[in-house]
């Protein structure tokens, strides 16, 4: 199917993407430069499928260059390698550490947008600790980093499971702060971890609900 282009006069084809109704109805030029060039009823009728080519009015430039005053140009093409060299140093001089320190400072704890009162479990925060990375290393040297239920996947998806549960031991030694649980040796003795891979860690967790 094609059809001739009502500005140029070229013979152009319908795409596949194209719907009949559509191809028929609305489709009269082979390009957007032609749809530009579309006047009186058509030009209405094209206007809201593309502007390539219709220039803007001169008021609406005036308004584009009034909100560009005080902007700092952009590392475009426009700019020469001298001109885009100054604006790399103008802006790496603007983030000092201090500056960079400061930005971080300001949104962090209570001053971000996240924030939920402080809600991170006691749980959460151990295992983010130096000390439990410690524990899970030392564990998984001892069990040669194999699973110690099926004894498959050796260097894999491996997790440290401690044999007493942890909100037993929580429980057990009334642990209520981080500082309580580093002294706690329950938490941290090698003898009550194990090495389990992921799906092993999920069924022993399922046996005990």
Same mark, same amino acid.
């Given at each position: 199917?094609?059809?001739?282009?009502?500005h %140029?006069?070229?013979?152009f084809?319908?795409?596949?993407?194209?719907?009949?109704k559509?191809w028929?109805d609305?489709?009269?030029?082979?390009s957007?430069?032609c749809v530009?060039h579309a006047t009186?009823?058509?030009?209405i009728i094209?206007?809201?499928? !593309?502007?390539?080519?219709?220039?803007?009015?001169?008021s609406q430039r005036a308004?584009? $260059?009034?909100?560009r005053? /005080?902007?700092?140009?952009m590392?475009?093409?426009?700019h020469s390698e001298?001109?885009?060299?100054?604006?790399?140093?103008a802006?790496l001089k603007a983030q000092?550490p201090a500056v960079?320190?400061?930005?971080?400072l !300001?949104?962090?704890g209570?001053?971000?947008?996240n924030?939920k009162? /402080?809600r991170t479990?006691?749980k959460h925060?151990?295992? !983010?600790g130096?000390k439990y990375r410690?524990?899970?290393?030392d564990?998984?040297t $001892?069990?040669?980093f194999t699973c110690t @239920?099926c004894?498959?996947?050796?260097? /894999?998806?491996?997790?440290?499971?401690?044999i007493e549960?942890l909100?037993?031991?929580?429980?057990?030694?009334?642990?209520k702060?981080?500082?309580e649980a580093?002294? %706690?040796e329950?938490? @941290?003795?090698?003898n009550?971890?194990?090495?389990?891979?992921?799906?092993c860690h999920?069924?022993?967790?399922?046996l005990?609900?």
């Amino acid at each position: 199917m094609n059809k001739n282009c009502l500005h %140029c006069g070229k013979v152009f084809n319908k795409t596949k993407t194209k719907s009949l109704k559509v191809w028929k109805d609305t489709v009269k030029y082979c390009s957007r430069e032609c749809v530009g060039h579309a006047t009186g009823k058509d030009r209405i009728i094209t206007l809201n499928k !593309s502007r390539t080519g219709i220039p803007l009015p001169e008021s609406q430039r005036a308004k584009m $260059r009034l909100k560009r005053v /005080g902007r700092k140009p952009m590392l475009g093409k426009k700019h020469s390698e001298e001109v885009r060299q100054k604006i790399k140093e103008a802006t790496l001089k603007a983030q000092t550490p201090a500056v960079r320190l400061a930005k971080s400072l !300001s949104h962090r704890g209570e001053k971000n947008y996240n924030w939920k009162g /402080g809600r991170t479990g006691l749980k959460h925060q151990m295992r !983010s600790g130096f000390k439990y990375r410690q524990w899970r290393s030392d564990v998984f040297t $001892r069990d040669n980093f194999t699973c110690t @239920w099926c004894g498959d996947d050796r260097g /894999g998806n491996l997790e440290a499971d401690h044999i007493e549960e942890l909100h037993k031991i929580f429980d057990t030694y009334n642990i209520k702060s981080l500082e309580e649980a580093d002294i %706690c040796e329950a938490l @941290w003795n090698i003898n009550n971890g194990r090495t389990l891979c992921k799906d092993c860690h999920i069924n022993r967790h399922k046996l005990t609900l």
